[in-house]
């Protein structure tokens, strides 16, 4: 009786390999072969590397072979966020405009998984330009939530939660903007952690909105998320934003958490996310982790954050300004899409530019560009663009304020479990209104944590619990998102995963 | 028919002067020589294979990220200084968004409310001939940006209208960029466009004694444009302002003014309006031409640059900075023409010839400041005007020139071998004194060979023996030339005529 080693957490498959009880060839395989079975209906990724991660997957083996494991998850294999340059593999964002770029350099963040030794299996579906909640917005197709085929996985990165939800790959990086990271999370009863802003490079990071987007690890366990952290983050000259100093250590937080005992922590529910708009089974599931969060020896007070009720508002002013800027490189002059004009002799850059433009991008950046080029005009940046950014510094302000009151912030990281396909995509302020509770973390810079902590009753459908911490205190939602996790691991008697259905084709 | 626009009327300069008062303002940018570009660390060195110093930052590949060039920093602050601008405690970087083939993230990276520099003055000194003149200029901001790429339209036009097709070369796109733009310039009448081109000259001068920058107009590090308007004369306002580009040398700064002044005076007196509008200097023809039209219609939807940092220079650092300076141009004239002794005109032949610092150097590597002066000015200025190329760039040091001239004051070698020393080392042959060796070329002192040669000079010659003889010490020139051409130029001149004037007094 062979192992199915896509059933392992990644702390596990380190532990195998370093045992010598298998090679990351046979692991990775492993995963591929799990992506063929079931990638089909999931649609979690955009392109496969088999060639590239099983090349790699050699090396790491003599590499181990050598004596010399390159870190702790040398020859475990993960998925990468279609949004992230990776050096010779197809890189889209999720859009037809870089349809067949194939980058000529990597992100820091995949670079750094390779120099650690990480199998690289493919690029994760999203929504286009990660501007989304439901991956519906990609190009090429919406990536299917693996417990409900019919209902969305989150977004932007759908396709990186859904590959780890599917056990298509023990891990997974994705970008959060608003809730990219956490969201997918929450509807897909995986990990996703959002780092400190400044805590990951985001060189390579193909940006939404630069001063909000940071990339995170995406996995089934938060000590997972805490291994593939300490990979991927610490300071980088090639990004100015990038913060020189240590990210703490996490692992260590997360062991502290496991142990079940959080005596003496004081945690911070959010007055202001809760009421019309939440789902009641989603309220329960967060009454009941508070209280376990209490049983363990919490402090649960309630905290106050009268200015996020308008983070939403000033969100989709920064982003949209900020994206309208950054999308303006896709001009088919350099790479990417180029679509010439129809009917015209003799076409000038300017019309190529156009009908480039009109063709390769979607509804929803067409939306944003024109949003983003308005807030941004003269005559109205003060109104909106220069607004916002004092609301973003108020916004800031209250969570300083609660974090001298409370040592994390607490809330359901979604108002809402995974809603069907088509529900929402013609409805953009409905759909928008997914990012409620995960936004002002992006707008102050702090990390933030989901953990899956159940299924809401009306639906059978998981939820997630956010945990929030002041900037450079990621060790902290580590340290209570562990803690969380090991007591619902304790009353379920194993992970929440282990309930989704088996999913069509695959060999169980 | 059709007419372009640089073929309209013109009002003589000194009518338009006296219906009319113009305002001029100066942008001048200035590409800093910093090894490295602005965001990211390829090379700036000019003259490359096209797109081979590139990399995903200036290419603006997607998820690329700038980092700031400290060394430009530098520089700039070190601009801002010598042009007694107060240095931004903190600022910040500003994407300027427009779509243009040659930018490639169609925005540059700019500053916009938030100059490094700000609030200076420099003085600069004319002489329309009446005596110099001091006009302080003021500055308004002293700005960092980024280059974009270079456009080469393919075909007959040369222009992008009408081109086949178009080439664009990125290894300019990133290059560091100093903007200096100066407040309004008022009140300096018909010497306006002398104004403007001293002002040039003047920040040239400077910019290269701080040598952050090669400052080569011609090759397009140092680029001006220039603003002009009108107001009628004694009424104290502005008018409507053209911005002409593409004005690439120190004379064409001040035709480029003259020629506004007369332009927008006619059409002003027409009864019309000037449109306001980018102009092109054309060199050829010496008008400009309307280029497109720039009305305040045009949004750049600046806002702060979200991958940067906020640049905060240390006030320490500053003060240490400001304490480095070079000496102000016009002080270290002063000094150094008192020094050498050179008139008010040798000074200014070596000024405009770009030879000051050489000079200086020559002087300091041992050489007499007139030998010094007379080798860069005449031999050396004729070689480098027949190959179009500075001064600076002909392959021979001051340290050589130096060389040469002690060889000469030696007695080693003449002036006329001199020159075949600079052809030596000019061509690569080495230094001066390899050159000698090599060529052969050292005087003669063998008095035996140098006797020979005199005697048969007089042997040949009676006739002018015989004039020499009888006083006529003028004709012993055709004996020495005898005796040179025999040494084959390589004899003491001086010598030869002392042997001739022995033997035929």
Redesign the interface.
Known sequence: MSTDWTRKTAAELADALAAGETSSVELTRAHLDRIAQVDGPVHAFLHVDADGALAQAQASDERRAAGGPASSLDGVPIAVKDV??TKGVP?T?GSRI?EG?V???D?TVVARLREAGLPILGKTNMDEFAMGSSTEHSAYGTTHNPWDLDRIPGGSGGGSAAAVAAFEAPLAVGTDTGGSIRQPGAVTGTVGVKPTYGGVS??????L???LDQAGPVTRTVLDAALLHEVIGGHD?????SIDQPIGNLVEAVKQGSSGDLSGVRVGVITEMSGEGWQPGVLARFQDSLDLLTKAGAEVVEVSCPTFVHALATYYLILP??A??NL????A???GLRVLPEGVADPS??EV?RATRDAGFGPEVKRRIILG?YA???GY?DAY?GQAQKVRTLISRDFANAFEQVEVLVSPTAPTTAFPIGEKVDDPLAMYLNDLATIPANLAGVPGISVPNGLADEDELPSGFQVLAPALADDRVYRVGAALEALLAGEWGGPLLDRAPALEGAAR | MTSTSTTGALLAFEEALAKFDPAMGLEVHVELSTASKMFCGCSTEFGHEPNTQVC?TC??????????NARAVESAVRIGLALNCRIAEWCRFA?K?Y?Y?DM????QTSQYDEPICFDGWTDVEVDAGDGPETFRVEIERAHMEEDTGKSLHVGTSGRIHGADY?L?DYNRAGIPLIEIVTRPITGAREKAPLVARAYVAHLRELILALGVSDARMEQGSMRCDVNLSLAPAGSGGLGTRTETKNVNSLRSVERAARYEISRQAAVLEAGGTVLQETRHWQEDTGATRSGREKSDAE?Y???PE????PVAPDPAWVEKLRAGLPEPPRERRARLQQEWGFSDLEMRDTVGAGALALVEQTIAAGAAPQAARKWWLSELARRSNEQGIDLTELPITPGHVARIQALVDEGAINDKLARQVFDGVLAGEGDPDAVVAARGLAVVCDEGALSGAVDRAIEANPDVAQKIRDGKVAAAGALIGAVMKEMRGQADAGRVRELILERLS
Not at chain 1, 202 to 207: C, K, P, S, T
Not at chain 1, 328 to 331: K, L
Not at chain 2, 306 to 309: I, R
């Open positions: 992230l340059a890189t964002c870089l770029w980058p000529p350099y992100a985001r060189y390579g990071l193909v940006a909105a630069n001063s000259p090639l990004d100015s934003t300004a900020e309208s800027s303006a490189r896709f001009d002059m350099r790479y850059a300017e530019m080029t941004l005009s003269s940046y663009y | 995903p290419l603006g590949l997607p998820g690329s990220m700038p980092a700031v994407r968004n779509f083939p490639p993230k169609n925005f178009s664009v949004d939807r600046y806002f979200p991958d940067l940092v």
